[in-house]
């Protein structure tokens, strides 16, 4: 049995980690600090720089904000939040942008008052939002997950600091993060703890995945996986997943349940759930237990690696998400962690080269090998440890695979942005 501080550990990192975010969480990151600014300068900007660390020029360029008619990159999403977004929605700071709002956002994209520099930091996710007006200033920091303001000057002087500019953002103790208490908890948990969670991920995240797969949204993944495959309960798996993302990409105003920072991560660590349990007609409640399953071993996982690498983070949710279908169809805790070492020791290598519409596609082919990793699994087939970067332990690979993300990559990374920036 698992204990009851462990119990309330996990139920305090979902409600820290399951939140709704609108669009792209890197420039839905960028419009929350800058409207904050604003809020903090107290009246519209008269020019804006943005500060981005390497990763957040990565995740930015490439991707539709939503409530912009189809805008891109940093200036749109950090003018946005300036002039028509609203700081006190966090995640969602862009629901509240009007015509107005939009009509004044495009003027000063014009007259080009929002400018762009390279900052130059260790640390992935970080950036620093600069506003003036007249005789008025204000800067906004932040550093390692999306919305944590480590810094606030306002004037020349600091209004607010956190203590030496630490990573302050996570309060749940997730020292008793591992595979073993994650399904115990997932077991064990009463359900009514457990369904303001999983409900709206079912809500929100499906919603998206149905937009996506009746809208016009980058290449059309999601519908052209259906039309090419077999339709199974499987290559529904796939196309929802992927349709969800490229909508996500591609603007939709739709908001998605994140995990671990990601709105790719929340999708792919939950719709494909969602689908298979609905396909095979399995109880509601097994599904929502294998969707916590799913959620903690994502963080989990992602713990190692960290919010922002060239690691691409749809490896680790479609992980869990595979070892969440072994959990759903009876498999043992043996089982379930070979689907772990299984999906690791196939697609490891994935690079993130920023948020875009393809990341779909890394979805669809990361969900493809989770499944072939639990197919594998419930035979009793497994890659023997000691193999490549598989350990004996399979808490010890999800460590060894995170120390690559967040270590072994850096270099990858950065001359990822090397090439992104040129």
């Not at 490549?388 to 695979?401: A, F, M, Y």
Request: with cysteine; hydrophobic share 45%; charged share 25%.
């Amino acid at each position: 049995m698992l204990n009851e501080k462990i119990k309330r550990d996990f139920l305090d990192i979902l409600r820290e980690e399951l939140i709704p975010a609108m669009g792209c969480t890197e420039p839905i990151a960028l419009a929350f600090a800058s409207a904050k600014a604003k809020a903090i300068l107290g009246i519209e900007p008269e020019r804006i720089v943005a500060k981005c660390s390497g990763n957040m020029i990565k995740n930015v360029r490439c991707v539709r904000i939503p409530n912009s008619k189809g805008m891109t990159g940093i200036e749109a999403a950090c003018t946005l939040g300036a002039l028509a977004g609203d700081a006190e929605r966090h995640m969602e700071v862009l629901e509240a942008v009007t015509p107005e709002g939009l009509k004044k956002t495009v003027a000063f994209l014009a007259e080009k008052r929002c400018e762009v520099e390279y900052l130059s930091s260790a640390i992935p996710l970080h950036f620093i939002i600069e506003q003036f007006a007249g005789d008025e200033s204000v800067s906004v920091e932040v550093r390692y997950s999306h919305t944590n303001i480590v810094r606030i000057i306002k004037n020349g002087e600091t209004v607010f600091m956190t203590e030496e500019l630490c990573e302050v953002t996570e309060t749940a103790d997730r020292s008793g993060l591992n595979i073993e208490n994650i399904l115990a908890f997932a077991e064990e948990i009463e359900l009514e703890r457990i369904k303001p969670f999983t409900q709206k991920q079912i809500e929100c995240n499906m919603a998206i995945a149905e937009r996506g797969m009746v809208g016009d949204f980058g290449v059309g993944i999601g519908k052209t996986i259906l039309e090419v495959y077999a339709k199974t309960a499987f290559t529904k798996m796939r196309a929802y997943a992927a349709a969800a993302s490229e909508a996500r990409m591609d603007g939709c105003d739709l908001p998605v349940i994140i995990t671990s920072g990601s709105g790719n991560q929340g999708i792919t660590s939950t719709v494909p759930i969602i689908i298979y349990a609905r396909e095979n007609g399995l109880p509601e409640e097994k599904m929502h237990r294998a969707l916590v399953f799913s959620s903690l071993l994502t963080v989990y996982q992602k713990e190692y690696i960290g919010k922002l690498s060239a690691f691409c983070g749809a490896v680790s949710a479609a992980c869990a998400a595979g070892a969440a279908i072994t959990y759903i169809v009876g498999g043992t805790l043996t089982q379930i962690k070979d689907t772990v070492d299984n999906t690791l020791a196939d697609i490891p290598g994935i690079i993130c080269d920023g948020a875009k519409a393809s990341c779909a596609a890394k979805i669809a082919s990361a969900l493809d090998a989770a499944m072939f990793a639990h197919a594998l699994a419930m035979r009793g087939k497994v890659y023997e440890s000691e193999t490549g970067i598989l350990q004996s332990d399979t808490g010890e690979t999800i460590s060894c695979v995170g120390h690559i993300g967040r270590v072994g990559m850096q270099p990858t990374d950065q001359e990822i942005v090397k090439m992104m920036i040129k």
